[in-house]
């Protein structure tokens, strides 16, 4: 099983968001038995919430599931555990280098996924309120991100 950790601050606008829409796209392909997905945040505020309004709302609109999705906080041994790790903003990024103690291979930014996006970093809707923005940059990432895993892993 190839393994996704989407990360965040709080866990429960961006990284949520993309972990749903990346497993909706891992079963639109048939591919439940070989990619796995979760989310975590860097921040400890939000851990046991569901996924904020704005992202419940957008997903809603998009008929994809969030069922079941609480928010936690990342620990070190995620980055053993899962082989992509894919943080949204470059504070995120840099946090999980901190905490990778150097085994930071699996680590990526979301945009890197994005190269011709203005664009750097997924702006954080907690601050924004533009959850639309961050739903199309996460479903462009997300198929991106679904090629690359099916061309480096499976
Ligand atoms: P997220 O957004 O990192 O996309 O989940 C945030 C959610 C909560 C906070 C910050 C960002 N907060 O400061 O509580």
Redesign the pocket.
Known sequence: MVSVLFV????????PMAEAVLRHKIVQRGLQDQVSVDSA?T?D??IGSVP?EGTRKLLDSWRISYEGMVARKVVSQDLANFDYVIG?DDSNVSNMRKLSGGNDAAILKFMDLLPNEKLREVP????TGNFEEVYRLIDAGCDILLDKIIEEKL
Not at 8 to 15: E, K, T, V
Request: with cysteine; glycine share 16%.
């Open positions: 965040c601050l709080g866990n429960i606008c961006r990284s945040g921040g505020w939000h904020h949204m954080d809707p907690y601050f």
